[in-house]
């Protein structure tokens, strides 16, 4: 599994928007008991911090350390370094989540060691955003930034992004699930932010030994006013695992 963020922990933890409590909700609802989840490519912990309002125990993996180390704490979650793979009792666990990593993995890995840790009934559910969209105007320029200026520095695992997941190999008994946005309010400052934390960015920066976003940025200035609506469609693939 590549490990695109631990050299900048922080930024991802200070600018990646959370996600809906709509998300959650929904998921929730489809979960029999609240006894263990793991969220396995949890990053700083956005998701392992809601599940732990609800499940008694959360057990939380991420192969970066420095991810780790930015992570929301409760007493009932517990972190370790981990990717696919984990460490738990067969038929225990009642949910599994990926948020925004699922992409990253070992798919035929991970699949075998949800099929061995989830309970009966037990869930699965991996989510994802896609490109943000502000306005008309906003639009075009970003469209033009992600496809041609730093396109050819996004891993090939982007592509499953870009199709929404639509496409992944997913083995297990399928729950629809509606499509969901995330949207917030930034000023141009943390839509930077966010820029800066993109893995295509960084990979720009060290092979052309300076920053793309800077020029981005000066486009969009005559344009952003006051603080803006972003909008990233937000896409959920769930499953029973057993």
């Known amino acids: ?39 396995a490519g949890t990053g700083n912990g956005q998701a392992a911090h809601v599940l732990a309002t609800r499940f008694n125990k ?8 420095a991810q780790l180390q930015q992570a929301h704490q409760a007493n009932n979650i517990f972190y370790s370094i981990g990717a696919e793979e984990i460490n738990q009792p067969d038929s225990s666990i009642d949910l599994i989540t990926v948020a925004q990593a699922f992409h990253w993995f070992e798919m035929a890995k991970f699949f ?10 037990g869930v699965l559910a991996v989510w994802g955003y896609g490109l943000l969209r502000i306005n008309s105007i906003i639009d075009p320029y970003i469209d033009t930034f992600y496809q041609h200026r ?16 639509r496409t992944i190999p997913f083995p297990f008994k399928k729950i629809e699930a509606p499509a969901f946005a ?8 943390q839509l930077e932010g966010y820029f800066n934390t993109w893995s ?23 344009h952003w006013q006051t603080d803006l609506e972003v909008t990233f469609p937000l896409f959920l693939r769930m499953g029973r695992v057993k």
């Open 1 to 39: 599994m590549k490990d695109r963020f631990s050299l900048h922990a922080q930024e991802y933890q200070q600018f990646r928007p959370g996600y809906p409590p709509a998300l959650y909700q929904f998921i929730f609802q489809h979960v029999k008991n609240f006894t263990c989840a793991w969220d």
């Open 58 to 65: 959360v057990i939380a993996t991420d192969i970066s350390a």
């Open 112 to 121: 075998n060691c949800v099929t061995r840790v989830a309970k009966p009934d």
């Open 150 to 165: 730093i396109g050819a520095y996004w891993d090939a695992e982007r592509a499953w992004i870009d199709d929404h997941y």
């Open 182 to 189: 995330l949207s917030v309010n930034w000023s141009l400052a």
């Open 200 to 222: 295509a960015v960084k990979k720009f920066i060290t092979v052309n030994a300076h920053n793309p976003v800077d020029a981005l940025i000066r486009q969009l200035q005559p």
